[in-house]
């Protein structure tokens, strides 16, 4: 899913609050994220030029950007594009497959162009592989998207229609004629497609100028005429500004455009008709909008005059009423501008601005905070991978354009150089013995180590191990009994729950055999002398008899 601010409308509202005195690595494709393992996250890089709209490929690998002076594509890694395209026209907005094979864009004058080969281009100068026919108006951030293979495009934005587009892999040539167009009797904003094409999801203001309106289509993908299934209007009171339809089609989630107004979302969607109430609300002058694949998680940033921040429903799907009440809310005081969601719900990334600050935020579900960026530049409109691995930031400013990964610890900590005092076969019925040991963990960091220790093998007990200083960890094992055999091991835990043992590292327990409190060389020996004494004095008791 990709949130859809509209641009002009972010100008707008910076425009507002300033006079109001608000002043190298490994790319994770999609799904490999394992959002328990998250622990931070870090910024690769930062791009001087402005950003019109971005796009980040589903997989993660690859990034679209757009702005006055063309369409700039780059591998993830990289803050320097592989290839550009510097047209006569004014591109506007960008959206790209799931393996960044092929790139939309829509631009000012109402035409999309569609390039094909996009991994394997270089350089300058390349031209699209096809362009649409004119569409009347301007196809502005929010109002294009694309299937995860490529093959289908959605337009609205340029007046009273939706548009769809199928087979676009094997178009070619210039004025392609759309599969089919719909009228809704409205002015269309903002558009939403499921991953296969099959779901659409449109809102805008109708035609009357008043009150708002959502329209969904199913099997859109097999369609060569219009396939709505329900137009929701009456109960919509301003236009809708963002939306969001989840891979299934089963729910639909938008946001209306005034100060005070809903987030409305309809379950069930595929099972509706007509003009359908919302089966829930959440309150709240909402300016950004994303939902999980499922549509289970909703993410929403609120800006003026409300409290601001960002506003978080989880159990969405089972959800019905109105004005229902968030998870959690985040940064009031803040303008949430953007938001993004993972596939799973599971990685939150937010553009939000202050009274002094542009800010990235980046949560877990829960509203644990993963990461948080001082911005160079006002930087409103982010796109993410679908596992939320990678996640781009843009905005008309100079130095917008950042990239950020998330970091996931997948391995547990290190334990190494593992020692004891006193050493084995040293150890008395008096000794306590003190363990130690090297415990590492780059990623996350240590949470914990234990000493686990049993004298009989079959009863274990547990330390919890001292951080001395930097990597040194120490436990100790109360004194035991002569000829006692000790097993221990130790575990360690990092920050996200990885754990590890020193059996595991090492192939083997630890073990040590307590001794008399002499060793037994020297008890032999005292006994040896001891013997030798009392034969020496019986010898001298012994009386000397004479000869008869």
């Given amino acids: 899913m990709r ?10 509202l910076l425009t507002t609050l300033l006079c109001l005195g608000f002043s190298t690595f490994e790319v994770n494709a999609s799904g490999d994220i394992e959002t328990s393992k998250v622990y931070g996250v870090e910024m690769l890089w930062n791009n001087s030029m402005s950003v019109y709209d971005v796009a980040v490929s589903r997989g993660g690998n690859y990034i679209a950007v757009v702005n006055g002076s063309g369409l700039y594509y780059f591998a993830a890694n990289s803050s320097s594009p592989k290839w550009w395209e510097n047209p006569l026209v004014n591109f506007i907005s960008v959206a790209i497959s799931a393996d960044g094979e092929y790139v939309a864009v829509g631009t000012q004058e109402g035409r999309i162009y569609y390039f094909n080969n996009s991994r394997s281009r270089i350089g300058a100068s390349n031209a ?3 362009g649409s026919i004119y569409m009347y108006g301007a196809i502005e951030r929010g109002a294009l998207d694309m299937s995860d293979d490529g093959n289908y495009v959605v337009v609205v934005g340029t007046d009273v229609n939706v548009w769809f587009y199928a087979g676009c892999t094997t178009k070619s040539g210039s004025d392609q004629p759309t599969t089919w167009v719909d009228y809704p009797e409205s002015l269309v904003h903002v558009v939403d497609m499921s991953p296969d094409g099959r779901f659409v999801a449109a809102g805008g203001t109708p ?6 309106f959502v329209a969904f289509y199913k099997d859109a993908h097999n369609a060569t005429s219009p396939p709505k299934l329900w137009h929701a209007r009456s109960s919509l009171s301003f236009p809708i500004r963002d939306i969001a339809v989840s891979d299934d089609g089963y729910s639909v989630a938008a946001i209306s455009n005034f100060e005070y107004d809903y987030l409305h979302y309809w379950a069930n969607a595929t099972g509706l008709s007509g003009d359908p109430n919302a089966t829930w609300t959440g309150y709240g002058p909402f300016f950004s909008l994303d939902m999980s694949s499922d549509g289970d998680e909703i993410l929403c940033g609120m800006g003026f005059p409300g409290p601001c921040g960002l506003h978080f429903w989880t159990d969405a799907r089972m959800r019905s009423g109105g004005n229902q009440t968030e998870d959690w809310i985040r940064f009031e005081g803040s303008i949430g501008w953007d938001v993004a969601v993972s596939n799973d719900g599971g990685i939150i990334a937010a553009s939000v601005t202050n009274a002094s600050s542009y800010k990235a935020l980046f949560f877990k579900s829960d509203g644990a905070m993963i990461g948080e960026f001082d911005l160079m530049q006002f930087s409103p409109l982010i796109s993410m991978s679908g596992d939320g691995g990678i996640i781009a930031m843009g905005g008309p400013g100079w130095d917008s354009l950042y990239v950020f990964k998330v970091l996931e610890d997948s391995t547990p900590p290190l334990i190494e150089n593992v020692y004891q005092e006193p050493i084995n076969d040293t150890v008395t019925p008096d000794d306590e013995v003190m363990v130690y040991a090297n415990v590492v963990d780059n990623e996350s960091g240590v949470k914990k180590v234990n000493l686990n220790y049993s004298p009989d093998s079959e009863t274990w007990y547990v330390v919890n191990m001292t951080n001395l200083e930097g ?12 000829c006692t055999w000790v097993n221990y091991t130790i575990t360690a835990e990092d920050k996200v729950g ?23 060389f020297l008890i032999l020996a005292l006994f040896m002398a001891a013997t030798l004494i009392s034969a020496i004095f019986h010898r001298r008791r012994t009386p000397i008899l004479s000869h008869i």
Avoid at 471 to 482: E, S, V
């Fill in 498 to 520: 990885n754990t590890i043992t020193s059996e595991d590292e090492f192939g083997y327990q630890h073990q040590y055999h307590v001794i008399p409190e002499f060793p037994s």
């Fill in 3 to 12: 949130s859809k601010n509209v641009f002009a409308l972010i100008l707008l």
């Fill in 207 to 212: 035609t009357s100028g008043t009150g708002g």
């Fill in 471 to 482: 990597n040194t960890w120490n436990g100790t094992i109360p004194a035991f009994d002569y």
């Fill in 128 to 130: 699209p592989t096809w």
